[in-house]
């Protein structure tokens, strides 16, 4: 970790991630979990079987004695994901102060997304590249007039706290970090999942290869086994997979029925395309399929 101190890692067109201090190891973790269980721990002797029982059985709190400050930049649109994280101390660069950062995140012509079908809130298909050419093109040339304005009122004399108004959401934004690992290892789960924004997966990503896995590799690797690469079922899903397994497909469709999973015409909830992406990673069919 001492050798990755206030290193720059790249991320998106201008942003990145760097540590600048961290308190805490692997070690911590096990020096933690052994004073809170006692002689109960002596049965577990090794720091790696330690760790994995911690995470695999959700005991946190051995987790926290771990922290680390990171300073990001990031555009505005994707820290306001980031920020809803509540379990973070947070210092972040102000416009009020300062001058905006003149940055703003780019998009390539082949990175434009369409509106996801059933996820109201994610991404579908890549656009039409000859699509993306333009909607590049415009967010260009709206990037150059938005900072213009800005310039020109800051020049004219306005408040930064009101020349900055209309700066696009696209814009960087800096901030110093603080958290704990339990609640950092929390973040990483929903903001590395596929379903999670790609801006701010690219981020959660970096944070978690790049840092984490140096930082702590011993909880990093127990992270990927019972979180990141965990299949975790709701109490119907489990009964729709026993009653596949045992080949009772027309008793799985009872119970797709029961939960309300597939609508009208036989149109499919989220839920219920949730669970076929599950299905797959078993090897099974979903029992409305043919």
Known sequence: MNEILGVPFPVLDDGFVRVL??????????????????????????????????????????????????????????????????????NEYSTRYSVAIDSAAKTDPNAWRSQAALNRQGSGESLDPAVGEELSREEAELHETCRKVYQRRLESGVAREQARKDLPLSTYTEAYWKIDLHNLLHFLQLRMDENAQYEIRCYAKTIGCEIVKKWAPL?????????LGALHLSHGEADVIARLVAGDRDGARDIVEKWGWIGAAGKKTL??????????KLGLTAPWAS
């Open 21 to 90: 201090d961290y308190m805490g190891s692997d070690a911590s973790i096990v020096q933690a979990a052994r004073v809170s269980y006692g002689r109960g721990t002596k049965k577990v002797s090794q720091d790696r079987a330690l760790i994995r029982y911690l995470m695999q059985h959700w005991h946190t709190t051995p987790f926290e004695m771990c922290e680390i400050k990171l300073h990001v930049r990031v555009p505005m649109d994707c820290w306001r994901q980031w920020i809803r994280h509540r379990t973070a101390n947070v």
């Open 219 to 227: 909880a990093w690797e127990a992270f990927e086994d019972y979180r």
């Open 271 to 280: 839920e219920a395309a949730e669970l076929e992406e599950k299905l797959a």
